[in-house]
């Protein structure tokens, strides 16, 4: 019998398994009704802040997502809590000044969070690196994510030479995060077996089911040497979110990487989220689309968020029979821009870029200002040159005005700034971080906050089925 090495699992079921199917609605109340079974389970760590959950919980649930934290570190006593953080954006979309950056991350591990995962959208480890010192401070874990994607560029030796710097930097661990599914299982073994190779961390493999082969590219990790793989709870797994908690804990029982999980007290989490599933079915919340296998994803590398997000876009515009063209129009605008991996926020300003050059019938007759701000460098440093004559096109004379050095390096401090602006709502230190990153939507929430504390009568909050990105 060979040396036991059980996997390691985190589950995903309260952040990235519901923003994934259900555009980000389960409620805190919703999670808060299971997390004492899930305590028990025995989770490396348990996913349940960040992403997509911060802006959805001001926006559209109208709950204080600093409060839903404080809630689940009350309820989870044994097992530890990890977010999800896009590096120099936090949770927003665009780049954030630097003392935001380390007090956004100092309330995170003081309301309760242990494992902070960190990437940049574009793979640029200047953007990652305030993120992992204020970790590493706070004496949180600090573990950086690869933004894992295709394309010339991205060699093993880029993996490798990435996993290396990333060390060097004060990172606990590695995260392979392969937002869209395009990591199968033979190059899942070669990648993990080089990583471990090149570097002393422990490696964490995150993926998505949308191309149908998850599982599989799982299993081949494992057994390469990955540590942590990271599921989701049937009722919410499969389709656009994660492989299913039950069915690879159930795929290595027996074997060296047993994961030594209760079949019987995961049984007791399924039956709790089944009837929430069904809810979100019979609502529309949960669209069938999202459940199936798209093989195509292989092609555009669109990940399951940016799909349904291209695909809100164009009914919008009453346009939904473009669809193709769009997808087809995804990959050309991405080596346009320098080959970047497709998560937030560059999936969305890839996307969006794509489908303003179908709908205008002329490549970069609109270009939006996020496609300007990737072409003068203000997101960060692309792997691949951007190409030269859409710069031109789309800057002109602006092009001079293009920066190389680290984003933040020309942000101000903020912080006092936002102080300032938002006095009149703050009850709590968190909110001036709530108003930092969502100045208007915060906004919204303290007055909704407060009209609920003098007793007024509000509308309920809003649970439409909007397309949230990953």
Known sequence: ????????????????????????????????????????????????????????????????????????????????????????????????????????VEKSIANGIDIIRIFDCLNDVRNLETAVKACNKEKGHAQVALSYTLGDAYTLEYWTTMAKRIEEMGADSICIKDMAGLLVPKEASTLVSALKGATSLPIELHTHYTSGVASMTLMKAVEAGCDIIDTAMSPFALGTSQPATEVMVEAFRGTEYDTGLDQQKLAEITDYFAPLRQEALDSGLLDPKVLGVNIKT??????????????????????????TEVLEEVPRVRKDLGEPPLVTPSSQIVGTQAVFNVLMGERYKVATQETK??????????????????????????????????????????????????????????????????????????????????????????????????
């Open 1 to 104: 019998m060979s040396e036991k090495r059980p996997v390691k699992i985190t589950e995903t079921v309260l952040r990235d398994a519901h923003q994934s199917l259900i555009a980000t609605r389960m409620t805190t109340e919703q999670m808060l009704g299971i997390v004492d079974k899930m305590d028990e389970i025995g989770y490396h760590a348990v996913e349940c802040w960040g992403g997509a959950t911060f802006d959805a919980c001001l926006r559209f649930l109208k709950e204080d997502p600093w409060e839903r934290l404080r809630k689940l570190r009350a309820g989870f006593k044994k097992t530890k809590l990890q977010m999800l953080f896009r590096g120099q954006n936090i949770l927003g979309y665009k780049p954030y000044p630097d003392d935001v950056v380390e007090y956004f």
């Open 298 to 323: 292989l092609l555009y590398q669109v990940p399951g968020g940016m799909l349904s997000n291209l695909l809100s876009q164009l009914k919008e515009q009453g346009k939904e029979d473009k669809l």
């Open 373 to 470: 701000d990737i072409l003068l460098g203000k997101y960060g440093q692309t792997v691949k040159p951007f190409n030269p004559e859409i710069v031109d096109l789309v800057l002109g004379d602006e092009k001079s005005e293009a920066i190389t050095c680290r984003p933040a390096d020309l942000l101000q401090p903020g912080l006092k700034r936002f102080e300032s602006e938002m006095r009149e709502w703050k009850q709590q230190d968190e909110d001036v971080l709530s108003y930092a990153l969502f100045p208007q939507v915060a906004k919204e929430f303290f007055n909704y906050r407060q009209t609920q504390q003098t007793g007024v009568d509000m509308s309920k909050a809003d649970t439409a089925n909007v397309a949230y990105p990953v």
